[in-house]
């Protein structure tokens, strides 16, 4: 049945063609999106609950983001923000000012992919505090160039054979309570994690006087949706600022909405000093952007830029986005979340399988265990519920060891939540 006829003479050129690098998640080629579906060259649909591995915030092709494409692709293509100033370079940055937490008063850099948004973070962070270190988590992921790439610790697969990194990265454990690392229990275990950090990383190989910043992801994405217990970021927070560390969150897979508050890490106490942002932030237009205080932001002209970092097309599409999002997605994305969450977990009480259900919003992970009462990983039993899910009309990502994301467009409505919950289960059953 898959790949259908067409699929399969493109997915050959896919072979012969494009670089190996790249991961197929599914055998087959998608042609057309709509709202919650996407449809594939022999015309199969599917009901879409990865949104493009959680960019289409708006759904696939929202009219009025189209709209302002097509209108701006006919005023204005290209002029290069890094040296010519047009309207909407503006407008969005004012409007990231506004919505991002803390005071107003910021400044932003535009980029075109999470990742270089993690790259500006990177070198503005050594050269604002004149420090060389930074700290990352291990499971995290922020991005594949160099200097992204020497943050993350999700896969060895996406390190393996590309050393020397950047040096002067130390990784730390991630308060993966499902898993500790310390084999403690929350609340009880008083934040072990972050004392370890203190009494450990910063006394044997990481001098925190020169770190210059931490880089977090408020809920790990790509590590396997993971949610920090509450006090956790406070607690972390007061670490970083007692060693004049700044506190760099990585949004770029938890903002812009997804979680039921603009940004992630509103959910909890804690400003950061600076924020990345991508993926959701223009509906799949390519766009990032790094957010920081004004005071911060205070390199020299020519320090840093970037061609095609906050083209005009992707800034329209942006500020519509945003738009939406605040007259109405933020919103349903926490309603709706809740009636996901609530639907995952009265699946889970029937399958031994399905160990953990996180999440906040529309940011949902479900974790594949062959026992929940080991927790043993299944990471072969969860990539058959995918490819079983996929053959019944429901696309749904991996993310972590064996988790399922549930990370559907922001517009998503209960029917089709509803529709989810009967494939997930009836692929689960199967
Ligand atoms: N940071 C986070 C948290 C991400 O989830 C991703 C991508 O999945 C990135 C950075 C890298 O973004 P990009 O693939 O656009 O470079």
């Known amino acids: 049945m898959f790949p259908g006829e067409k699929a399969k003479e493109l997915l050959k050129k896919d072979k012969q063609y494009l670089s190996p690098s790249y991961f197929r998640e599914y055998p087959t080629v998608i042609e057309k999106g709509e709202g919650m579906y996407v449809f594939d060259v022999d015309g199969n649909k599917f009901l879409d609950f990865g949104a493009g591995y959680a960019c289409c915030s708006t ?41 991002t937490p803390g005071a107003k008063n910021k400044r932003v850099f535009f980029g075109n992919s999470g990742t270089e948004a993690v790259e500006a973070a990177m070198k503005l962070s050594r050269y604002a505090t004149k420090r060389q270190r930074l700290i990352a988590f291990y499971n995290s992921f922020h991005g594949r160039t160099y200097g992204g ?107 812009m909405g997804r979680t039921g508050k603009m940004f992630a890490i509103e959910h909890w106490n804690v400003i950061p000093d600076m924020i990345t942002i991508a993926k959701g932030i223009a509906s799949g237009m390519p766009i990032s952007a790094l957010v920081a205080r004004a005071s911060l932001m205070d390199w020299e002209t020519g ?15 942006a500020l519509v986005t945003i738009k939406l999002l605040e007259e109405k997605l933020v919103e349903n994305a926490k309603k709706m979340g809740y009636y996901l969450i609530g639907g995952l977990h ?59 994301r549930f990370s559907p467009p922001l517009v998503v409505e209960k029917t089709e939540i509803d529709k989810c919950l009967e494939i997930f289960d009836a692929s689960l059953k199967e």
């Open 59 to 99: 759904g696939h092709s929202h009219p009025e983001v189209v709209r302002a494409i097509e209108r701006q692709a006919k005023t204005l293509l290209h002029i290069d923000g890094s040296a010519f100033l047009y309207p909407s370079l503006v407008n969005l940055g004012e409007k990231l000012a506004e919505i």
């Open 149 to 255: 790439m020497s943050l993350t610790a999700s896969k060895w697969i996406q390190r393996k054979g590309f050393a020397p990194l950047v040096p002067g990265v130390t990784h730390i454990p991630y308060p993966y309570c499902y898993r500790c690392q310390f084999n403690l229990k929350y609340p009880s275990c008083n934040f072990a994690c972050i004392d370890y950090v203190e009494d450990v990383i910063f006394h044997t190989t990481t001098p925190p006087e020169e770190v210059a910043a931490l880089f977090v992801e408020p809920i790990q994405g790509e590590g396997g949706y993971i949610i920090p217990p509450d006090g956790y970021f406070e607690r972390l927070k007061k670490l970083l600022d007692k060693y004049n560390i700044l506190f760099v969150a990585d949004e770029i897979q938890s903002g």
């Open 303 to 317: 320090a840093h830029a970037s061609t095609f970092g906050g083209n005009p097309v992707a800034c329209e599409a």
């Open 346 to 404: 009265k699946i889970a009480e029937k399958y031994p399988t399905v160990g953990d259900v996180r999440g906040k919003g529309l940011m949902i992970g479900c974790e594949i265990v062959k026992d929940k009462s080991t927790k043993e990983k299944a990471p072969k039993l969860r990539d058959k519920i995918i490819r079983k899910c996929f053959e019944n009309g429901l696309l749904l990502l991996g993310c972590g060891a064996c988790s399922i």
